[in-house]
């Protein structure tokens, strides 16, 4: 769970509070995944809150875990325009929620990550009107050090567009 970093500190304490009583979740189809504590002191790294926030200084270079939805259909009919529109939009997503302006924005099918599947592995979001959304994954290059969690555009809150630091701290 990614709560924002401008949060009063005790607002802040009352949901983690309230968080620390989840032992389950219904995931409609999926079924009921029960939720295990991780209290070893030292915890895998993915589960470490600087895997996923580039640590105290940020990073200038994210990619996506989960892939990016896009927000409308990309118009373009050759693959290097597609590109740029696709680019473009992430790039529009990352302001939208209070980032800089990513300096480049690569659109690619499969994750900078290792281990993770590539884009087409994951199953497309449905809009409103019952088509599907398309989907990216991609790698973005700021000027300046971002502190996540970052977590970008149209699937945001249904658990796509979620990146993490190539290069923690490194600016």
């Known amino acids: 769970m990614a709560l924002p970093g401008d949060l009063a500190v005790q607002v802040r304490r009352e949901l983690l509070r309230i968080i620390a009583k989840v032992e389950e979740l219904k995931l409609g189809r999926l079924g009921r995944w029960r939720l295990v504590r991780e209290t070893s002191e ?45 680019a473009d939009m992430i790039a529009n997503g990352c302001e939208a929620i209070g980032l800089p302006r990513p300096r480049k924005v690569a659109v690619t099918a499969v994750s900078a990550h290792l281990g993770v599947p590539p884009a087409f592995a994951f199953r497309r979001l449905m809009r409103k009107d019952g088509s599907e959304r398309r989907h990216t994954h991609a790698i973005l ?17 249904r658990g796509y567009g979620f990146c993490r630091p190539l290069d923690e701290g490194s600016g």
């Open 42 to 86: 030292r915890p895998p790294w993915n589960l470490m809150p600087r895997a996923w926030t580039g640590g105290t200084h940020g990073a200038t270079l994210w990619a996506t875990v989960t892939p990016v939805a896009f927000d409308r259909h990309p118009k373009a009919k050759d693959k290097a325009a597609y590109q740029r529109q696709c």
């Open 141 to 157: 290059a700021f000027d300046q050090p971002v502190r996540g969690p970052v977590i970008i555009a149209a699937g945001r809150y």
